[in-house]
């Protein structure tokens, strides 16, 4: 059974770096064809997608983070791994690791979520 | 980038029908047939509900279907149940430079 685990700090600073990794199991990152994702949720708000990265380390990024954001994978430890650089209270969200259903086209089908982290940002 | 555009909220009795719209552009959901749904309970993480517009995944009740047309897509859930109520979410690809949008997201709430 695939499982997605979400780690790392539960609060970052103001203009700091925030860094999560997703730890997979149950699948192998480098012999699977989806491209595995980051999405987020302020509290009380919506879904919002961050990018994605296919194994080979191909990215996909949502502009609204412009140049802040870098996700990567690391097929020998069969992770990923987000980091959101010069971070503001604004970036205070749960933070999901995600797996979609399997082609880019369905990039955003998301079957399997992690269990999620609340991140705060505060000083 | 432009997220689709859902209802804030919508309201059905136990046993009716309800449907959730989820609006977008020619250039993602007028364009593909890749939108998904998902269904949020307080504190839990998202699950996949349709993808594909119309596709259930293995286990989802057949009380959710999905349809598209146009730029609109919709969530249709029949038979209502108090454990439907939840948030709903959709997604879809896109031609932008984002290949992934969500919706705002929609508050069922079950009477």
């Known amino acids: 059974q695939l499982q997605l685990q979400v780690s790392g700090p539960g609060m970052v600073k103001p203009s700091e770096t925030l860094s999560l990794t997703c730890i997979v199991s149950g699948d192998s990152i480098s012999s699977s064809n989806y491209y595995w994702g980051w999405i987020r949720q302020p509290p009380g708000k919506g879904l919002e997608w961050i990018g994605s990265v296919f194994y080979s380390g191909s990215t996909y990024y949502n502009p609204s983070f412009k140049s802040r954001v870098t996700i990567s994978v690391d097929t020998s430890k069969n992770q990923f791994s987000l980091k959101l650089t010069s971070v503001t209270a604004a970036d205070t969200a749960v933070y999901y690791c995600a797996r979609p259903q399997g082609g880019r086209g369905r990039m955003g089908a998301y079957d399997y979520w992690g269990q999620g982290t609340l991140v705060t940002v505060s000083s | 980038q432009s997220a689709l555009t859902q209802p804030a909220s919508v309201s059905g009795s136990p046993g009716q029908s309800i449907t959730i719209s989820c609006t977008g552009t020619?250039?993602?959901?007028?364009?593909?047939?890749?939108v998904s749904w998902f269904q949020q309970h307080p504190g839990k993480a998202p699950k996949l509900m349709i993808y594909d517009v119309t596709n259930r995944p293995s286990g989802v009740s057949d009380r959710f279907s999905g349809s598209k047309s146009g730029n609109t897509a919709s969530l249709t859930i029949s038979g209502l149940q108090a454990e439907d109520e939840a948030d709903y979410y959709c997604?879809?690809?896109?031609?932008?430079?984002?290949?992934?949008?969500f919706g705002g997201g929609t508050k069922l709430t079950v009477l």
């Open positions: 997604s879809s690809y896109t031609t932008s430079n984002s290949p992934v949008v």
């Open positions: 020619s250039s993602d959901i007028g364009y593909y047939d890749y």
